[in-house]
Structure formats: C-alpha cells, structure tokens
C-alpha cells in the first residue's frame, strides 16, 4: 500500500490504535481472499476507527473527492474544501456531536444540526459565514445583529460575491441592517415589495453549502429565542435552495434597494 499509515493519527479502538485497526483489517483481507480490500472497505474501517465525528467527516470526504476523481461519484457530490474546523474552520459546525444530534451517510454527505439561544451555536453560525471564500447567497426574513452583519460585510469587502434577499417590511424596523448593507458597503440588496412576507431563511455559501433552518439573524434569536439551524453539502440540497434564491433575485428586480 502506498498510505504511510504511521502518518495516520493514533487513537484508541477497542485496546488498538487506529494504524493497527487499518494494518490488521488490510493483512487478514489479503490472507482470507489473496487480495487487497477494496478502497470502500478502507475507508468504512477508518471510519469505524475514528474517534470523533471531526474525523469521520474528514474520511467521508476524503472518500467521496476520491470517488469524484475517478468518474465514479453519484449523484450529491463533496463539497468543494475538506470539512476541516479543526484547523481550517470552514465548516465550523462540526464538531463532536453525539451521534444522535449529527447524521452523514458513508458518501460524503453530511447534515448537522446546531440549537440556539448558544454563544457556542452563534460561533459555529459565524464561522461558517466568515469562510466563505466565492461567494455568499443570502436570503432571510430580517438582519439585525451587527455581529452578524459585520461578517457579512466582512466577506463582502474580501471579495467574496454577496447578495441578500430580505423582507421589505423588516427592511423598515429599527436596527434592521438590510438597507445599510446597500447604502453603506454596496452590497447588492434586494426586496420582495409584496403585501406578504419574505420568510425564508436560508444561504448558500460557495455554491457549496446550504444554511438554513428557524434561526432569525437577529439578536432575539440568538440570545432568546429556541431556534435550529442545520448546514448540509447535499447537492440536491444546494441545487434546490439556489434554484429558489435565482428565481426569487430576478423575481425582485425592480426592487433592488
């Protein structure tokens, strides 16, 4: 084999390291069958191996770019950077969930669900936003927490290309950030100038990611308020929730604030 499994971290499996979890399951497939195992074999033994959600998220996408690679991906593809918060706090919401509270099928795709009011769930949110690298699509009901809005003008004066969709209503409330994001920072702001709501609550982060759930950005919400969030690399996911934001953006042109 070409992986150079002492460079694999070392944790404890059942009185076992992690390298000798994969050396073992590697030597006794070649003794029964005269073969090596398959990469799909590898990579569900590194996952039973690892010793938090972090990792196993890291080897799912890991297997899935690989699966990319060679022509052989299905249908929801992996995301466009390795889900690395440890070190790279792209996807800053993974973290060591129990298992019950973080679900991910063995492709690659993941879901994970974070609960508010939490300071902790509010530095995930945060995080997620401030790594947007192309670009950031968001299209929610109000803004009002300038922590919030402050990191939305951040990514925007870093290049990331930023849109917002808002409520025309909200837009009008004291302390809303809505029409400053377009007066102040020019950032591309658009209302839906209707009698009824703009109520979605949703972004997209790189064509990459979707962020969504009860979760208001505002101050409420976030120190009060039972709130949910969940952010997923599901293509379909993606597909869909970009699909609704380019449908309702040219649906709201003539009221580009």
């Given at each position: 084999?070409?992986?150079?499994?002492?460079?694999?971290?070392?944790?404890?499996?059942?009185?076992?390291?992690?390298?000798?979890?994969l050396?073992?399951?590697?030597?006794?497939?070649?003794?029964?069958h005269?073969?090596?195992?398959?990469?799909q074999?590898?990579?569900?033994?590194?996952?039973?191996?690892?010793?938090?959600?972090?990792?196993?998220?890291v080897?799912?996408?890991?297997?899935s770019?690989?699966a990319?690679e060679?022509?052989?991906?299905?249908?929801?593809e992996?995301?466009?950077?390795p889900?690395?918060?440890?070190?790279?706090?792209?996807?800053s919401?993974?973290?060591?969930?129990?298992?019950?509270?973080?679900?991910?099928?063995?492709?690659?795709?993941?879901?994970?669900?974070?609960?508010?009011?939490?300071?902790?769930?509010?530095g995930?949110?945060?995080k997620?936003?401030?790594?947007?690298?192309?670009?950031?699509?968001?299209?929610?009901?109000t803004?009002t927490?300038?922590e919030?809005?402050?990191?939305?003008?951040?990514?925007?004066?870093r290049?990331?290309?930023?849109?917002?969709?808002?409520d025309?209503?909200?837009?009008?409330?004291l302390?809303?950030?809505?029409?400053r994001?377009?007066?102040?920072h020019?950032?591309?702001?658009?209302v839906?100038?209707?009698?009824?709501?703009?109520?979605?609550?949703?972004?997209?982060?790189d064509?990459?990611?979707v962020m969504?759930?009860?979760?208001?950005?505002?101050?409420?919400?976030?120190?009060?308020n039972?709130?949910?969030?969940?952010?997923?690399?599901?293509?379909?996911?993606?597909?869909?929730?970009?699909?609704?934001?380019?449908?309702?953006?040219?649906l709201?042109?003539?009221?580009?604030?």
């Amino acid at each position: 084999m070409n992986t150079a499994y002492s460079s694999v971290v070392s944790v404890s499996v059942e009185g076992r390291t992690t390298h000798e979890h994969l050396t073992r399951t590697y030597e006794s497939h070649i003794e029964r069958h005269g073969s090596s195992p398959s990469l799909q074999q590898l990579f569900e033994t590194a996952r039973d191996a690892a010793s938090s959600d972090q990792d196993r998220a890291v080897i799912s996408w890991l297997e899935s770019a690989l699966a990319k690679e060679s022509g052989r991906d299905g249908d929801d593809e992996a995301p466009s950077t390795p889900p690395f918060s440890r070190h790279h706090h792209l996807i800053s919401h993974i973290k060591e969930h129990h298992d019950e509270h973080h679900h991910k099928a063995n492709n690659g795709v993941f879901i994970s669900p974070i609960f508010f009011p939490s300071e902790e769930s509010f530095g995930h949110f945060i995080k997620t936003l401030s790594n947007a690298k192309k670009s950031l699509d968001i299209c929610v009901f109000t803004i009002t927490d300038n922590e919030t809005a402050d990191a939305v003008i951040q990514a925007h004066k870093r290049g990331v290309r930023v849109r917002i969709i808002s409520d025309d209503d909200k837009s009008e409330d004291l302390g809303a950030d809505i029409k400053r994001f377009a007066r102040d920072h020019d950032i591309p702001t658009r209302v839906d100038g209707s009698p009824s709501h703009m109520h979605h609550k949703f972004a997209i982060i790189d064509d990459a990611l979707v962020m969504t759930g009860s979760y208001n950005w505002t101050k409420g919400a976030r120190y009060q308020n039972r709130e949910d969030l969940c952010l997923t690399n599901s293509a379909k996911a993606v597909r869909a929730f970009k699909d609704e934001f380019e449908k309702l953006w040219d649906l709201f042109e003539e009221f580009q604030l």
